[in-house]
């Protein structure tokens, strides 16, 4: 791909600061930067974080351990660790503890590579390198002030790139809740959950605070010297979604209930710049169980006239834009936001679930097509012709019409017959506030907003499957050790 190629695809991304105005009905022009009455704080700090998930902890403690003293964060529910905390505890990085004890390394020049071909180009080049570059310090950092445990191995994870840089935690995402929760503990950090931030407050351009609500319903207003937002991404804000591209209204979400964007619509209000916020991650889910794995399992996807729609193995890949347009393709052709995994008793047997399937709420067997048809509302024809050309293919291991690439090529010809309503949900966000490398918020046109930093995803993608955990953390840490430096040279 051409330089000029990614720089266009890069700017088709760029969204002017609309975001509070098509929140609140569709205008076309952008919102005035706020103006606010700057007397009559209830609280004030040297830095106020606004959201207590693994950006906004990072941040806190980062800016503990740089000295400054009067540190608190506001989180709107009721504990601390946000999205990360039920993650499955993923992290990419090079040149770590861990990586040096098992003579392991990776150049990091193909990682950075990788990361750009999985998001189409679409990624700041200087922010990509640095979360990059950062990682394995990162990670370190984690076992080292935190005390998180990782794994003792280093792997490559299907749908996480190639490269053998991916650490797990061990106990997964909820390994972090006990080292969060005593690092804030132990540096005293002053904490107050149930307490949304719902605007920033500014003074001549420069953002000195946040009005909130606690959890009395009382507004209070919080002067600080320097305030950064880590309020998570937005997918469980179907609006929004919408908004910024109306085919993201098919994919519900399977992220935190309060992942509604509330941080974009405060940065936006006060002009910050939003990108991307078209760019959703999508994944595989069973319709009525969003953790069960039976859909990567079975054969092949059709929709509800009985026609297969796309190569069922990209499921597991790390960049799926092509994915989400099928989806959306099918999703209108059909009328209906789900679709059906096919498969028969000698896949099934194969793959040793065959017994828990026919056990298993939801799946739908029937001994014949015409009977499974019946049963699901699909169109028996079509699906017949569906599965007589898949078999074809299966035969001679060639797919003609998506060009699939399958480990095993099982045909769908022993009864009984299998299908499970199956859909796409999203999970991760790829669109938000722009920053710069100093995690400072900035204008669409490159320029700070002065006393406001945003870390996490919160702030558009600029990194692939991962390093999302890992992202947070680092820009976190990042606007801390400047916010600590802006806020020392001004005392």
């Known amino acids: 791909m051409s330089e000029e190629r990614k720089k266009e695809m ?8 609309l975001l509070a105005a098509l929140l609140l009905g569709g205008c076309t022009a952008a919102p005035a930067p706020q103006t606010t009455t700057t007397t009559n704080f209830d609280a004030e700090v040297d830095y106020l974080i606004v959201g207590g998930g693994a950006a906004g902890i990072a941040s806190a403690v980062e800016a ?37 004890a098992l003579d392991l390394h990776v150049d990091i ?38 005390g998180v445990q990782f794994q003792p191995e280093v792997i490559v994870k299907d749908g996480y790139g ?64 320097a305030t950064l937002l880590a309020t998570g991404g937005y997918s469980a804000n179907a609006e929004l979604m919408a908004s910024a591209a109306e085919p993201n209204r098919y994919f519900q979400t399977s992220n935190l209930s309060y992942q509604t964007g509330d941080g974009l619509v405060m940065a936006s209000a006060v002009g910050a710049g939003v990108q991307n916020l078209d760019q959703i991650q999508v994944y595989l889910r069973e319709v009525e169980n969003s953790t069960s794995q039976f859909p990567y399992m079975f054969t092949i996807f059709v929709g509800q006239d009985g026609r297969r729609f796309m190569d069922e193995k990209r499921t597991a890949q790390t960049w799926n834009q092509e994915i989400k347009d099928d989806v959306v393709e099918l999703y209108g052709r059909t009328g209906v936001d789900y ?35 019946q049963k699901t509302g699909m169109d028996a024809e079509a699906l017949k012709a569906t599965v007589d050309r898949w078999n074809s293919f299966a035969a001679k291991m060639e797919d003609e019409d998506y060009n699939r690439t399958a480990q095993f090529w099982f045909p769908i010809s022993t009864g009984p017959f299998y299908a499970l309503k199956t859909t796409f949900f999203s999970s991760v966000c790829h669109g938000g506030i722009t920053k710069n490398a100093n995690a ?27 390093y999302t955990i890992s992202n947070a953390i680092t820009f976190g840490r990042i606007a801390a050790q400047h916010a600590a430096s802006q806020i020392k040279s001004a005392n």
């Open 109 to 146: 020049e193909e990682v950075i590579a990788e990361q750009q071909r999985e998001k189409h180009y679409i990624l700041n080049d200087e922010l990509t390198r640095l979360t990059i570059e950062s990682a394995g310090k990162t990670i370190d950092w984690m076992i080292g002030t935190l």
């Open 440 to 466: 400072q918020a900035t204008r669409i046109d490159g320029s700070v907003i002065e006393g406001l930093y945003a870390a996490g995803e919160v702030t558009t993608v600029t990194n692939s499957n991962g």
């Open 10 to 17: 890069k700017m088709k991304r760029i969204f002017l600061p």
């Open 64 to 100: 503990a351990d740089q000295g400054i003293e009067k540190i608190m964060i506001v989180e709107k529910t009721g504990m601390l660790g946000g999205a990360a905390v039920y993650s499955g505890g993923i992290f990419g990085g090079v040149e770590t503890e861990v990586t040096k």
């Open 162 to 225: 190639t490269l053998q840089t991916i650490h797990l935690i061990e106990g997964e995402g909820s390994g972090l809740r006990e080292p969060f929760e005593k690092a804030i503990a132990d540096r005293s950090i002053e904490v107050r959950k149930n307490t949304k931030a719902t605007s920033l407050i500014t003074e001549n351009g420069k953002v000195i605070g946040a009005e909130c609500v606690d959890e009395n319903g009382k507004t209070i207003r919080i002067k600080a010297k």
């Open 339 to 373: 679709f059906w995994s096919l498969a028969d008793e000698a896949s099934l047997q194969m793959m040793q679930i065959a017994d828990a399937a026919k056990d298993h709420e939801g799946i739908v067997v029937a001994d014949t097509l015409d009977e499974l048809a």
